[in-house]
């Protein structure tokens, strides 16, 4: 599939667009890892189009304490693919990970 041809400024919009996400995503993990939202509260805003699109392993790697490996289990254990976002949760899921976290 050919990329579409972008003028110069849609270019520039499309590179300020990201950026502002990426910042805003990284704002919202910074929030989950100093204990300010915690993950229930996150998964809460999964409506909202930046928490929506985030991945869940990014949300679960911000807690403190789990890493790779322990994120990874528990996603195995809750029922939740690799490569899930916040947003394609279900609520079954939400409360298995979110009970898996207070244990």
Do not use: H
């Amino acid at each position: 599939m050919a990329l579409p041809v972008m003028t110069v400024e849609q270019r520039a919009k499309a590179l300020a667009k990201a950026a502002e996400a990426r910042a805003a995503r990284r704002a919202l993990l910074a929030e989950v890892a100093s204990g300010v939202v915690s993950v229930a509260e996150a998964f809460e805003r999964s409506g909202q189009d930046l928490v929506g699109r985030t991945r869940v392993v990014q949300v679960l790697r911000a807690v403190p304490g789990y890493g790779p490996a322990r994120v990874a289990a528990l996603m195995a254990v809750c029922g939740v693919a690799e490569k899930q976002r916040v947003g394609a949760l279900n609520e079954q899921q939400r409360d298995r990970l979110v009970r898996a976290l207070l244990s």
